[in-house]
């Protein structure tokens, strides 16, 4: 028998790192493989070594750890794999800003290999952080299988599947537009630029046409991409410039002669209707450029200043020779006129400067053939293919895949993979010439096979998108590509759960490789949650000062009102509002749970008979425990039901209701009469109706804080293992069974049902008149065929609707109503509550004419008001705000009315 007493209050600070460290010394984190049973798996989602938690961390690590621990419960093999990314950008930029702070250099100063020293060392002292702050958050997972993605294991697979995709003709080396970050100094995807709408200008120029007096009109947001400027292009069929098709123009400034083409992507609804075409600068004039052989000519350096290609602004930053430009145009003659137009920006997301198109040489993916098999599992569902949940995004991720371009995997960053591909140097060498290959020996086998023993070899200084790494995580963490023992039982994984903001970014890429690779989906569901944003639903940002600290709510309120607040306000693929005082009310709800814990165990130092949710069992228990077990029942199959179809937060929510509002408020209330008197209801000893109700208070409150274990593990934990528990029972919670629902008494529920009604309704009209709370009162109930139900109940009603026992009759019918009394019905049942006694008549009366007098008055108000002008004036919002209340006037009119002819 556990020790039965617990202290008074709970303290989470305390219980929370005992517990966690007790569940993570005895195992209990990690599989146990039966090659008979499949395995649940997760792969979490790796958080950026660089990283602090926040929100969005806390959201993911509660939903998967209740995922996890739910599968643990139901018997399932269970494996949730940890791990951190290197987050190549945001690690540099950290370390960049370190030695720059300390030792006062720049990257370029220290040099690739002193700084890639210091990347690791920054790691080492900051990368464990984060764990320390998901375990803080309850994350069960197996920390001995923990993996980084440049830990030896994982870079031998990016390098294996980078090699892999070379040679199958589906990795390439070129020369394209791609979006170049001047900030950061590398190129980005363009699922890293984020678009947003700003003021601008549009900009009215002059061509001038080349030994003529005449020019072509055109507009540009971007002046200073003039000087890369190829051709102008108009609309074939654009009767305005038709004749100037085969002309030649002037480039403004620098007097470069171009042609004048057309093309049918000009739109001659847009400005002038004439389109300076840049090809080297702007996405829509690279294609036109490359339809007509247009030469391409770049006008920015990497860091955004102008190259020699700008001619007198050479080395001028691009925004101040934009307006530079301008002005010495203006005083050539060669502008029209400005006006304000909306720009569509794009902008880096990781370093929130403008985004360049840029013409560069850098390494893609030929995404189409991967994509295509991408969008089939999808279509095919599980088991052989993936399930999206919620399942609208499903749409979002086939339009995403059917409309992908290339993706551009080079970076030129120094702290990430480097890209596995040498180049042959020294004299002699073809220009370009390239090994790709899993090792350094490797490259320089093939090249001494080419060249001779003498060769030399240059690796490709760049470095490889972060995201390249992080979509092969779901089997890169299991050994791939040797066929390890955990690859074999654990691949593929079960479930992967992530924000529905990285759909593109990393599930669809993880989609992709492990149907490359693995010839399987790497997962059969993909689970998306929304953001947190704040009270207000606004994002949270620093710089709105509206961010909500996880570690300072936690130390506040503790980790499982934190977890059960973001479980619950969630649903599949939408954002939740993140309100503290919903976290504090969680708090309490902990508390309501160690309170009815110790209720529990105070109680049951007598005997304890043992239940199930055996219906035959408890066939002849009285109606409060058949009605408890039949909800309890209940309760445990919508749970599982609900875990089942991913509806987390209804889940949690009904075992909240059935834990608080019913076992709580409603058994726990009628158990006493029972342990105080014996039997109220007749039928059973003293002593064998305690035993029965010591029995069915442990059995439920065992089965509940099994329901709510993966929502709220540290109290649950805690307060289970005080509870007397079956031999050969698991030693923790953890480690427990999931309940198994019993076969639920329609009858009960509708009977106690009944009960529970008629104590609501007396308690309401008890709060209408004011009646103290421990003030007695007496009650007539008038039941019809339900009486005897009542009177078999009469104890447990009078004792929860504060009825004085002398005055509390039940009959079944009576020849007169009372007079001078409150009247209800409650369902079938008339409760007539004598309002003698319960409040002084004439002060009521008063009090009551008053309430009505100024309802009324209100009421002739609001009607005035809504007669007139006002309701077809007023903002349609307005007027129905104030026809509410009018409604709400009127039927607290009819209700004091009601109050009042009851005392007459």
Known sequence: MPESTLPKTYDFKSTERRLYEWWETNGYFKPKVDPAKKPFVISIPPPNVTG??????????????????????????????????????????QVEKEIQRTDGVTRAALGREKFIERCWAWKAKYGGIIYQQLRRLGASCDWDRERFTMDEGLSRAVREAFVRLYEKGLIYRGTYLINWSPGLQTAVSDLEVEYSEEPGALYYFKYRIAGKDGFIPVATTRPETIFGDT??????????????????????????????????????????????ITPGHDPTDYEIGQRHGLPIVSVLNPDATMNENAGPYAGMER???????????????????????????PRSQRGGEIVEPIISTQWFVKIKPLAAAAIAAVRDGPPHGVKIVPDRFTKVYYNWLE??????????????????????????????????????????????????????????????????????????TLGWPDDTPDMKYFYPTSVLETGYDILFFWVARMIMFGLEFTGQPPFDTVYLHGLVRDEQGRKMSKTIGNVVDPLVVMDEYGTDALRFTLLTGSTPGND????????????????KIWNATRFVLSNIEGPVTEISNSK??????????????????????????????????????????????????????????TLNDGDPHGGASRAAAQARARGVLVHVLDQALRLLHPFIPFVTEELWGHLPHREGEAPALIAASWPEAGPTDEQAERDFGLVMDIVHAIRNVRSEYHVKPGQKIAATLVAGGQAELLKSQRSLLAAL???????FRIFEAVPEKPRRAAALVVKSVECYLPLAGLVDFAAEKNRLGKELAEAEKQIARSESLLNSEFAAKAPPAVVDKERAKLTALIESREKLAERLAALK
């Not at 002699?428 to 090249?447: L, V």
């Not at 939740?576 to 508390?591: I, P, T, Y």
């Not at 609707?801 to 005055?807: F, I, S």
Request: net charge negative.
């Open 576 to 591: 939740m509002n993140l309100s503290l005082e919903r976290v504090a009310a969680h708090r309490n709800f902990a508390n």
């Open 319 to 345: 925004f101040a020779c934009r307006k530079k430009l301008w002005a010495d145009m203006q005083a050539a003659g060669l502008t029209i006129k400005t006006e304000p137009y909306t720009l569509n920006v």
């Open 403 to 476: 409309n992908i371009r290339d993706w551009c995997i080079s970076r030129q960053l120094w702290w990430g993979h480097r890209i596995p591909v040498w180049y042959a140097v020294g004299d002699g060498k073809p220009d370009g010439t390239m090994f790709c290959a899993r090792t350094e020996d490797e490259a320089y086998q093939q090249a001494r096979a080419q060249f001779g023993p003498d060769v030399k070899l240059e690796q490709d200084p760049d470095v490889l998108d972060t995201w390249f790494s992080s979509g092969l995580w779901p089997f890169s």
């Open 616 to 673: 035959s069992q408890i066939t002849n228990y009285p109606l409060p425990e058949r009605w408890i077990v039949s909800r309890l029942n209940r309760t445990i199959a919508d749970v599982t039901r609900l875990f089942e179809d991913y509806q987390y937060g209804q889940a949690g929510t009904l075992a909240y209701e059935f834990l608080w509002g019913e076992f709580c408020d409603w058994y726990i209330e009628a158990a006493k009469l």
């Open 52 to 93: 602090e938690l926040h929100q969005g961390h806390a959201m993911f690590v509660s939903l998967e750890d209740l995922m996890i621990r739910y599968y643990r419960m139901r018997g399932w093999p269970t494996l949730w794999v940890p791990g951190s990314d290197h987050a190549g950008i945001a690690t540099q930029l």
């Open 801 to 807: 609707a504060g009825l004085e026992d002398a005055q």
């Open 231 to 276: 051709a102008v292009a108009v609309h074939p069929d654009d009767e305005r410039y038709r004749h100037l098709i085969g002309e030649t123009c002037l480039v403004p400034i620098l007097n470069r002669t171009i042609p004048v083409i057309h093309d049918t992507l000009v739109d001659r609804d847009f400005a002038t209707g004439a389109l300076k």
